[in-house]
């Protein structure tokens, strides 16, 4: 269903050809991000990608924006702890200028001194805010519960002292050392001549040293505890993180692993939100979330919640994951959790964008590209006891981490009581 190609510089090219779309959509991977860090240039990858947007050898930061703009794409980019991506969505005939334009960025990024403190600026200004915002920095918090004095721990974009040290050389050193054609993935999806890009691939990476695989340090988990970070701060309600160790990428549970989120919390038909809001109105927004990494993963249980509810909430959200821990699931909502599984990734994959970002973070992070036949298949053979076999692995009291920003001094007693603290 796809095509790929390995250059012999180790570049990989995944490509899916969608005839009847209009757009396509490109993608330049980077098998590199905040895992790859030390504590001393934490933020780096971050700091890279904000300034490979301000201007490359051939255009400046004006004309990236307005060259695609100009013709009815978007141009975006993204950093996360193992990954860094460049993106455009475009109309199909404009291929080529796309890629021109980001494979320049990622070769040959102008920075400017100039652009680097200006940018620095902006950067520590994005850290403050949000530290600002309680249901962003609540996630920040439950990271160093989580992987404590380690990459993963600390906040992808860095922190005060960190940016605040990195120099212009650190970057160029940087993007020397893991912009190579061993860590890069380029992904399209759309109308295009898989010839001709395959052929402007070559003419623009085919001439660089390919480099080395990046590495990254393991995670490390030795938490013998459950554990607790309350923050005080005067909210006019309660940010909760409640998180786990989970899985890692490839994990032979990992759909069963999807399939326990959607039951428990990923749409609105799910057991948190029933029983924590519909049922009992203890918060307006709960929900969970699966994070996904090469070598572990994390579950997490979010909520905002009414300042004077926060323990009966907590509990409650307890129970929900005992029984799932306890009983299987019935055969009507395993049912309806793989319906909505599979159904939300079909509907994902009708677009450009959508399937660009699938097939291209698949390869960059485990060197395959999934089908969706593939999925379908592999989620049929998912059980109601493989469900329960995820939740008991992950799931355990002693491995309970929770994060809590809001107006808590007199409730943090009873808090840490009902995850086990005493």
């Known amino acids: ?31 590199t991000g905040g895992r790859y860090e030390s504590k001393l240039n934490k933020g780096i990858s971050h700091f890279l990608e904000h300034l490979l947007f301000k201007g ?19 141009l975006n980019g993204f950093t996360s702890e193992e990954l860094t991506c460049y993106l455009v969505k475009i109309p199909s005939r404009y291929l080529n200028l796309a890629f ?35 249901q962003a920095y609540v996630y920040e918090l439950l990271d160093e519960l989580l992987w404590p004095l380690q990459a993963l721990g600390s906040p992808v974009a860095g922190t005060l002292d960190s940016v605040s040290s990195i120099t212009r050389d650190d970057i160029a050193a940087y993007q020397r050392q893991f912009y190579t054609p061993a860590n890069t993935v380029i992904s399209v999806a759309g109308c295009f001549d898989y010839a001709k890009l395959k ?36 909210t006019e309600q309660s940010h909760l993180a409640l998180g786990f ?21 990923a749409n609105m038909s799910s057991r948190l ?20 990494f090469q070598d572990t993963g994390a579950f997490i249980v979010h909520a905002g919640i009414d300042n004077r509810k926060v323990t009966d909430a907590l509990g409650l959200i307890l129970k929900e994951l005992e029984v799932i821990k306890s009983n299987l699931v019935t055969p009507d909502e395993f049912r ?13 994959l009708e677009d450009t964008l959508d399937h660009m970002l699938w097939i291209g973070e698949s390869t960059v ?19 109601r006891e493989d469900i329960r076999a995820a939740a008991k692995q992950i799931f355990k009291s002693g491995k309970l981490n929770l994060s809590l920003i809001g107006p808590l001094a007199k409730s943090e007693k009873a808090i840490k009581e009902t995850i086990g603290i005493s």
């Open 100 to 134: 021109d334009i980001l494979a320049d960025m990622v070769v040959n990024p102008a920075l400017l001194e100039e652009e680097v403190e200006k940018e620095r600026t902006v950067i520590l200004e994005e850290i403050k805010m949000y530290r600002d915002l309680p």
């Open 199 to 234: 052929k402007r691939v070559l003419k623009i990476f085919s001439s660089r040293k390919s480099g080395v695989p990046n590495v990254y340090i393991p995670a490390q988990e030795t938490q013998d505890g459950a554990q607790a970070r309350i923050f005080n701060k005067d």
């Open 365 to 383: 992070a485990v060197d395959k590209a999934y089908s969706l036949n593939d999925i379908i298949k592999e989620v049929n053979r998912v059980t």
């Open 56 to 74: 490359s050898r051939k255009y400046s930061c004006r004309s990236i924006k307005e060259s695609i703009e100009g013709v009815g794409g978007s």
């Open 273 to 292: 939100f029933n029983e924590v809001r519909e049922k009992r109105g203890l918060a307006y927004e709960i929900g969970t979330q699966v994070q996904r």
């Open 245 to 265: 160790h989970s899985l890692a990428r490839e994990h032979s549970l990992k759909h069963a692993l999807g399939l326990l989120h959607v039951i428990l919390g």
């Open 336 to 348: 309806r959790a793989k319906e909505f599984y599979l159904g939300q990734l079909m509907l994902a």
């Open 1 to 31: 269903m796809y095509k790929k190609k390995i250059l012999d510089s180790g570049l990989k090219i995944i490509a899916h050809s969608m005839p009847a779309r209009q757009s396509l959509a490109l993608g330049i991977w980077l098998k």
